[in-house]
């Protein structure tokens, strides 16, 4: 009877020590996508710091490899600075420029560069421990490499966007810049949703409510808001019109459509690009207090409810600074701030989507 009692015990405790193994795993994979995403937030706030002040084209090379090593003597960044003065950046904007100032835009997109490849061995060396384990279901196996995967294309779209600035522009194109954030921004998503999926005390979605569609769409808008953004960046769009709420004057302001073709305004003009950024910001804006509104009157989630709430405040805070961006002329500290607003943004309305989709 003794021994029978204590093989029971011993399958209790066996038990008990799976079900605690089942809990941590999950915990700890949820916290290491959760310290990638935060690297991943911090990439995109670097890559702002890099744009704003001028340094995206200091490193006139690809080489995911040997790049990581940066010039070690003098003689290495005088030849790192010869090549810089072979692009037209150089020879039509900063033309004189010291070793000194160079060495400051240079450690800019160094520090960019660096931190993506980190970002990319804090991920690929846990995922590889979770798979040898086999603490990773296949399904999440997918997920995962989806995202590493994702991660090895916004580094070649990253050289894709810098090679643009080197040849027959001082500036590199606003639509690889734009495709640049984007893959930032899903990376950023991604690492969140999944992260997220891994708490099993969530119930499984079911059919799409209009709640979660609203919730959707909310999401869409502001990752579309966050490509507007980028064209903006990308052409300088906001060192002009810089009064609000009206923009040369006007409400409407008469020139959005002065190219030919038409559809060129909305890539190539300056103020066409300002105005559909300033415009999608009140779509997300009234969108998303309506959202909030009806919210609360549903059988919502408290998780829903909260997350609605904290996401509406935050662009609410959102649109207040890219308005004191804009009449300041995007100083560097400001345009830094927005950049990371976007991204905090972002990442709201992933969380509030899942909210509502897991209620």
């Known amino acids: 009877m003794r ?28 916290a290491w996508l959760l310290a990638v995403a935060a690297l991943v937030f911090a990439m995109i706030v ?48 900063n033309k004189g420029m010291t070793l000194g100032a160079f060495k400051t835009i240079y450690w800019w997109e160094w520090a960019h560069r660096f931190l993506g490849r980190f970002i990319g ?9 979770f ?52 893959l930032a921004m899903l990376i950023f998503g991604a690492l969140l949703w999944v992260a997220m999926t891994l708490d099993r005390r969530r119930p499984k979605a079911g059919p799409w409510s209009t709640t979660q569609k609203r919730a959707a769409f909310i999401l869409g808008a502001v990752f579309l808001q966050v490509i507007l953004g980028a064209l903006v960046a990308g052409m300088k769009a906001g060192l002009a019109y810089n009064t609000w709420p009206l923009m040369d004057g006007q409400l409407v302001p008469s020139g959005l459509f002065v190219m030919h073709p038409w559809y060129a305004n909305f890539f190539e003009n300056a ?16 969108a998303l207090l309506w959202h909030l509104w ?26 207040a600074l890219g308005i004191w961006t804009l009449l300041a002329q995007v100083p560097l500290a400001l345009g830094l701030v927005h950049q990371a607003g976007a991204a905090i943004v972002f990442g709201l309305a992933v969380w509030h989507l899942y909210a509502v989709r897991r209620a």
């Open 46 to 93: 670097v890559g702002g710091a890099t744009r704003l002040t001028g340094s995206g084209l200091s490193i006139t090379e690809w080489q995911p490899i040997m790049g990581a090593i940066p010039p070690l003597s003098e003689a290495d960044w005088q030849e790192a600075f010869t090549k810089y003065k072979q692009i037209p950046q150089y020879e039509q904007i």
């Open 271 to 286: 103020m066409t690009v300002q105005f559909d950024h300033r415009l999608m910001a009140y779509v997300v804006l009234g």
């Open 294 to 319: 009806r919210v609360q009157g549903d059988s919502a989630s408290r998780t829903a409810r909260t997350s609605a709430g904290v996401l509406a405040a935050a662009v609410l805070a959102q649109v």
């Open 3 to 30: 021994q029978d009692a204590e093989v029971v015990a011993s399958h209790a405790e066996g038990r008990d020590a799976g079900n605690v193994r089942a809990i941590r795993q999950p915990r700890a994979m949820r």
């Open 131 to 182: 798979l040898a384990t086999r603490q990773v279901t296949r399904a999440l196996v997918g997920r995962l490499a989806g995202i590493f995967v994702l991660g090895g294309v916004q580094g070649a779209a990253g050289w894709y966007m810098v090679s643009s600035g080197l040849a027959d522009r001082v500036s590199v194109s606003q639509y690889r810049l734009a495709l640049h954030l984007s």
């Open 121 to 129: 061995v804090v991920f690929l060396l846990p995922f590889l421990y």
